[in-house]
């Protein structure tokens, strides 16, 4: 039987507290748009405008997931894209009409402590800080020369701040903290101006940020393009795991 969730409380208990299906129901609960319900053995939280898109996470066994996807696409619109684990979601879009596959990435998350590789101590904490408002000016025009397919921006919806470090007082690699969660932040808009590249810079924000994350939440996640092998080594020393995802949509909303 199909029951909606009222709660980050009971999505946390239904799902065994996992971090993507979490971080997908943003504020549930708190008197936004986010839903969840949950079947059997499987969940399914959704909000809109998240990460750019209106997203269905999915999660748990295949056969509840597919009547729970089912059941909240009705509820929710064709707008919304089921996301989660890369085998429970071929078998979701394999049993429903008119589902077809999106993309495949990784979604990588890190838990309570950093790994070893994580950057510390006080010369660094000294060279990446949070910016202040005024400098959006200059991320932005960085991510439009050397990141322009960024998800997250300045002035975005969901975007909340952005941290960065500067060579010879030039801003030259920049992160932000976009469309946290209660219980998880998530590494976004990752990009290093050409110039600087090579020095290990990008690696410094991204530690740097995510224990910011990891204070401000409790755990960091990131989505990254499977064939950037590079940014997933970067993220791997700094303590993330890696899971394989698969997005999805209703064919009638392309």
Same mark, same amino acid.
């Given at each position: ?32 748009? +986010?839903?969840?319900? $949950? ?6 939280? /959704? *909000? @809109? !405008?998240?990460?750019?898109?209106? &997203?269905? =996470? ?81 991320? +932005?025009?960085?991510? $439009? ?6 998800? /997250? *921006? @300045? !002035?975005?919806?969901?975007?909340? &701040?952005? =941290? ?91």
């Amino acid at each position: 039987m199909i029951h909606e969730l009222a709660s980050l409380a009971g999505l946390r208990a239904a799902c065994g507290d996992d971090d993507l299906v979490v971080w997908n129901a943003q504020d549930l609960g708190g008197g936004g748009p +986010a839903r969840a319900w $949950a079947s059997g053995g499987a969940v399914v939280s /959704a *909000a @809109p !405008g998240v990460s750019r898109h209106d &997203r269905l =996470a999915v999660w748990g066994e295949a056969a509840d997931a597919v009547e729970l996807v089912r059941h909240a696409l009705a509820e929710l619109g064709p707008s919304y894209r089921p996301w989660g684990e890369r085998e429970l979601l071929a078998q979701v879009v394999a049993k429903l009409d008119g589902l077809e596959v999106g993309g495949a990435f990784s979604w990588m998350s890190l838990a309570d402590r950093p790994g070893p590789g994580f950057p510390s101590g006080p010369a660094f904490a000294t060279e990446v800080g949070w910016l202040p408002a005024e400098a959006e000016g200059e991320v +932005a025009a960085l991510l $439009a020369v050397d990141a322009p397919d960024s998800y /997250a *921006a @300045p !002035g975005m919806p969901g975007v909340r &701040r952005w =941290a960065g470090v500067r060579v010879d007082g030039v801003l030259a690699s920049v992160a932000a903290d976009a469309w946290p969660a209660p219980s998880v932040g998530v590494l976004a808009g990752v990009a290093t101006a050409a110039a600087f590249r090579g020095r290990g810079l990008a690696e410094r924000v991204c530690g740097w940020v995510s224990g910011e994350l990891v204070a401000s939440y409790g755990r960091a996640a990131l989505m990254v393009d499977d064939d950037n092998a590079t940014a997933i080594a970067v993220y791997e020393r700094l303590g993330y795991r890696i899971r394989p995802v698969l997005s999805s949509y209703m064919k009638s909303t392309m």
